[in-house]
């Protein structure tokens, strides 16, 4: 890369390569506020629009997780390009889709390119930096990898609302040009990239048709689980075992081929693979709580998509304000206790969120997030830094892969499982709170003669009020269920991130290795 011979060229090449992946990570969340309307556009149900989410997502993974062993064939430079142009063009497909089917393709063909930007893109930082520069490169791949899926509501609300959702596909199209030229002026293919792709193995398509399995039939299971009744459906459970043997039998054998798409022995390495799994539960917990909130001011709070995202927003300056200042943090503290420190003030973040209420002004909207959105700062740059620390060069490909693969891919189930939960949780705390709607119950005829009293002082008659007494009630009930079912979710979450204080602490120091063995 040309950046590694301290030619000046070294930080735009950084900002550059994240312009690309900062495009295709807005995507994976840009599409969330925009369903209800392509719903009615085409002609379609609300549960048939979420397809256009699955497709992505599926393809996207798949790709993800083989992006290393394309971009040693092809070169980091040249499929990075390839990727680039490929994306750009189907976003423009998928804006001018006249149809449902025509959507659905474009959208496969979005995931496709779009699942070798971000791994690609890590790759070739990996490769320009050098390893004491590479915590402050990754304080730029952070604007991609976590301001992207908070600002990925907002800019889509605000660009349905005010113009048509076919706008929220088009807008890639010159950010995706403007990277294609940046990367073919500014990157160079090392020598050593163009070495590896003369002497590229045969192609392993059994690989490939494992990952398919493993990756493909999750992905589908877990975001159509909801609909359809996760393991009570036999459409879910034959996913579900489709994808454990692509899993069980893609491992053994990745571990034992010749020439594998994907080199699973990276995870030989215990930082990379602390890492990973630690990176894996920090998109979980970012997908999750990024369509959280926009959803609970939409349903409970009768937001518009573009309000709704608005209320992330504060959220992306505060991480954008504090990236910044960890990079200075880790050469006083040792990684592995930033991170630590990360897990615990993201979890008490989310403990904090559980404080919604039905007529939650918008101001406390901020304060969460941004609470959120501040713990999340201590963890991204600190887990990149830490995971790739002792990882070989010549494997920095395939880690990048997997590494992005699990952020994205887990952080796909995080929001697939956090909407599950608010279902589920709201049905629960609704059979609860109905219990106490008895006519025995003393303050539940208080609250009918209130409200009662209420209508007729708007000018009902007496007979009429009693009637619409308990249909009031009802709708009480809904929106109480409703917002506890939002805080259960945050509860949970917040449990779940606790798991990033003993991955950090478990990490250990050293130093970058430059090649295998050595």
């Known amino acids: 890369m040309s950046g590694s011979h301290g030619k000046p060229n070294l930080w735009l090449i950084a900002i550059v390569v994240t312009m690309g992946a900062f495009m295709e990570v807005l995507d994976t969340t840009i599409v969330n506020v925009a369903l209800p309307h392509i719903a009615g556009s085409l002609a379609i149900s609300n549960d048939e629009s979420t397809w256009s989410l699955t497709t992505y997502l599926v393809a996207n993974a798949i790709v993800l997780t083989i992006s290393g062993n394309l ?14 142009a490929g994306f750009t063009v189907a976003s423009l497909l998928c804006g001018i889709s006249t149809n449902f089917l025509e959507l659905l393709v474009f959208r496969a063909v979005q995931g496709f390119f779009g699942g070798g930007l971000q791994p690609t893109q890590q ?22 990898t976590i301001v992207a899926p908070v600002l990925g509501p907002v800019v889509g609300g605000y660009l349905t609302d005010q113009y048509s ?20 002026h500014l990157v160079e293919e090392s020598p050593e990239s163009k070495r590896r792709a003369k002497r590229a193995p045969p192609f392993d398509y059994w690989g490939v048709v494992f990952i398919t399995m493993a990756l493909g039939c999750l992905d589908v299971a877990t975001d159509r689980g909801e609909d359809l009744n996760w393991l009570g459906s036999n459409t879910i459970r034959a996913l579900y075992g489709v994808s454990l043997v692509g899993f069980i039998v893609g491992i053994v054998y990745l571990l034992n081929a010749r020439n594998p798409v994907v080199n699973l022995r990276v995870f030989r390495d215990r930082n990379f693979a602390l890492g990973t799994v630690a990176i894996g539960v920090m998109g979980f917990v970012l997908y999750a709580s990024a369509v959280i909130i926009p ?16 209320a992330l927003a504060p959220g992306a300056l505060v991480l954008i304000a504090l990236i910044p200042v960890v990079g200075p943090i880790m050469k006083f503290v040792p990684v592995k206790y930033v991170i630590a420190a990360g897990g615990l003030a993201l979890s008490g973040a989310l403990f904090f969120s559980d404080n919604l209420v039905p007529n939650l002004d918008f101001f406390h909207l901020w304060i969460f997030r941004s609470a959120q959105t501040a713990a999340l700062a201590l963890l991204f740059v600190p887990i990149s830094t830490a995971a790739y620390l002792t990882l070989p060069e010549d494997e920095h490909g395939d880690g990048a892969a997997l590494f992005t693969m699990s952020r994205n891919v887990v952080g796909g189930i995080g929001i697939s499982v956090s909407t599950a939960l608010i279902t589920n949780h709201e049905q629960i705390r609704q059979h609860y709170l109905s219990e106490h709607l008895d006519p025995t119950n003393q303050p539940y005829n208080v609250l009918l003669q209130n409200l009662q009293g209420a209508a007729m002082s708007l000018g009902h008659a007496a007979q009429m009020a009693k009637q619409m007494a308990p249909g009031e009630v009802f709708q009480i009930l809904q929106t109480q269920s409703a917002v506890l079912a939002y805080n259960d979710t945050f509860i949970i979450t917040g449990v779940l991130a606790l798991l990033l204080v003993p991955l950090g602490l478990f990490m250990s120091g050293g130093k970058a290795k430059a090649k295998s063995g050595e």
């Open 165 to 184: 959702w076919h706008w929220i596909f088009l807008v890639n199209i010159p950010i995706g040009i403007g990277t294609f030229f940046g990367v073919m």
């Open 295 to 310: 959803q609970f001011a939409q349903t409970v709070l009768s937001y518009t998509a573009t309000w709704a995202g608005l």
């Open 123 to 144: 790759a070739i930082i990996l490769d320009t930096f050098p390893p004491e520069k590479r915590q402050t490169a990754f304080s730029i791949t952070a604007i991609a």
């Open 71 to 84: 971009s040693m064939r092809l070169g980091q430079k040249n499929y990075f390009l390839i990727s680039i």
